[in-house]
């Protein structure tokens, strides 16, 4: 019974929607386990390039299913958009489904959200609300997808979320929401949405005790996990593999193969401490331009520096990683010389060789050992690992020794034709 995730080894945008992509054409089902549409999957592929926020990456196979699970929370009006612009291209999206135990993200939630960050408490968030949402729904007031196709029932409880909205804005200053307006925002979704709504719970069952092939996609990485990561610089739900059974409706011991996504260095979006963040200089420059390091959903220039070696294999072991893929090599290509952080230093001098609690995460000095670059060669042109340069190779097998995991697939370049599998 073939259960495989896909997840973040870093801050996220690591590329996990180009590997979902290359992945998917053997699956059944590709499930999206958390988070909402604040983070974006980049695919490229024969129908054009794609930035995904909600749909998963395999809708671009005809014979896939794809769903939107119950971990997620889902911004109706961004769905829908999405879905109008892959069909656009041609794509074929009668496979996706909802799940309708998936949170649904109402409009107060990203109006409190932009609120929150306009403040002094900011935290550096996508304004999607997407940590309102999951607020709500820890808080058990908020309402799922499901709800829609029960209007009665629906229309209690987003008269009971929606007063306690207001008491939230009033407490901004802002104008309250209208909750009659809102319920009737919620049956045009219903409208659209209804003929793709499911309760996963049978179907992924039965399609699992058959041996069926599942692919389950993460969004953002383990250092943006709302419990393991940088908190309170965090997503709001957990984008660990030890989650994707949850989100997606499959048992603990479904998941067999773990798929780690490892950019070649290091990005992140947003606060809170990154070690090897180059700030503005000439390497932090040098990497945001050539890998068009921007994010997906809000264009804001990424924070970009060295593989911090130490994050990775912290994550690896919370993850459970069987495998990782490394990607975005080609951009190290022009680099005479190469970073990779080993351990960090205290400021009393002692050392730590793994990711401690924030307050003493954001004291901590990164320790580097260097690696000659290829400035010389190109790895673009790569289509296996003997074509890759000698360097380049030795650079790889340091990540894999650091990890403490074999490197499965190595990517050079946003096109299916640009991944390699490492035999």
Known sequence: MPVTAVVGAQWGDEGKGRIVDALAETMDWVIRFQGGDNAGHTVVNHYGEFKLHLIPSGIFYPN??????????????????????????????????????????????????????????????????????????????????????????????????????????????????????????CRHWRAQLEPRLLDPFTVIRDDYRQGKNFLLEGQLAAMRDLDWGTYPYVTSSNPTATFAPVGAGLPPQALDRVIGVVKAYTTAVGAGPVPTDQGDNEVARYLRDKGGEFGATTGRPRRCGWLDAVALNYVAYLNGFTEIAVTKLDVLDGLPELKICTGYRLPDGATLSHVPDTPLYETIEPIYESWPGWPDDSTSQARSWADLPPA????????????????????????RAEMFEVQ
């Open 64 to 185: 896939t299913n794809c769903l939107i699970g119950t971990g997620c929370v889902v911004n109706p009006d961004s769905l829908l958009e999405e879905l109008g612009q892959v069909e656009a291209a041609g794509v074929d999206n009668s496979r996706l489904f909802l799940s309708t135990r998936a949170q649904l993200l109402l409009p107060y939630h990203r109006l409190l959200d932009g609120l929150h960050e306009a403040g002094k408490a900011a935290l550096g968030t996508t304004k999607r609300g997407i940590g309102p949402a999951y607020s709500d729904k820890a808080a058990r007031r908020g309402l799922r997808l499901g709800d829609l196709l029960r209007l009665d029932w629906l229309k209690s409880r987003l008269e009971q979320a929606v007063e306690h909205a207001n008491a939230l804005l009033a407490s901004y200053g802002h104008d309250p929401v209208d909750a009659g307006q809102l319920f009737d925002q």
């Open 392 to 415: 380049a190779q030795a650079y790889l097998r340091r990540i894999e020794e650091l990890a403490g995991i074999k490197i499965t697939y190595v990517s050079v370049g946003p096109e």
